[in-house]
């Protein structure tokens, strides 16, 4: 059982735009979700969290959007650069259990 | 810099021979995961630790074992490495806090031939 399903593969943007990059989840018990950069060879970075209080949370150019009723979160990047060319994955925990479920991945190619 | 050190960066091993993988950490946290990712797929929790307190996943195979000696190190063993086992292996630990985010190390690329 999937857990957290981010469907996109792959996505391509122009330098300057914005990129968006979604993730879908199932269980409803999930109450923080992360959303971490993985460059190859490398193990994931940590870009941006939030709550399931919120339903959005902006750290400079990075914005997550979260819609629990649809079980839906979003991650904006705005304005792309060819630097955030890389795997985006996102992931959710529910508190008590210090477990984090990961999806898939989208890797982003960011087109200068 | 506190930090998330796994060793080897690539470990090459035969079919069948056991292999231990190691992670170490300077930042003192409670929690340590392993999480196994093969190409394309999610990272997938294997076992983590709280302190001493040990949680295997439901499917993990029992070929894969962890051993965590102290706070700062967790070492994950694979008993008998199949072809199906080669995989980015990642270590990552956090406080244990709600919402703490987890700091992964730069995992171990593991070929078995």
């Known amino acids: 059982d999937q857990q957290v399903k981010q469907n996109s593969p792959s996505l391509s943007v122009q330098e300057g735009r914005i990129s968006i990059l979604n993730c879908d989840y199932t269980?409803?018990?999930?109450?923080?979700f992360l959303w971490y950069k993985k460059y190859p060879a490398e193990g994931p970075t940590f870009l941006i969290s939030?709550?399931?209080?919120?339903d959005k949370n902006e750290d400079g150019r990075f914005t997550v959007f979260l819609n629990k009723s649809a079980k839906h979160l979003s991650l904006h990047i705005v304005p792309s650069q060819p630097g955030d060319s890389a795997v985006y994955f996102c992931?959710?925990?529910?508190?008590?259990?210090?477990?984090?479920?990961f999806g898939t991945g989208t890797r982003l190619k960011v087109l200068a | 810099d506190a930090m998330v050190i796994q060793n080897p960066r690539y470990q090459v091993t035969q079919f069948g021979k056991p292999v231990t993988l190691s992670c170490s950490q300077t930042?003192?946290?409670?929690?340590m995961y392993w999480y196994q990712q093969k190409s394309s797929q999610a990272p997938k929790l294997l076992f983590h630790y709280y302190d001493k307190d040990f949680n295997n996943e439901a499917d993990t195979p029992d070929n894969f074992q962890s051993r965590r000696p102290n706070t700062s190190f967790c070492f994950l063993d694979i008993r008998s490495p199949g072809l199906g086992d080669a995989a980015m292996y990642l270590c990552?630990?956090?406080?244990?806090?709600?919402?703490?985010?987890?700091?992964f190390g730069s995992g171990t690329q593991l070929s078995v031939l």
């Open positions: 269980n409803s018990m999930f109450d923080y």
């Open positions: 939030i709550s399931s209080i919120k």
């Open positions: 930042l003192n946290h409670n929690v």
């Open positions: 990552a630990t956090s406080s244990g806090a709600l919402g703490e985010k987890l700091f």
């Open positions: 992931a959710g925990g529910h508190s008590g259990t210090y477990k984090y479920i």
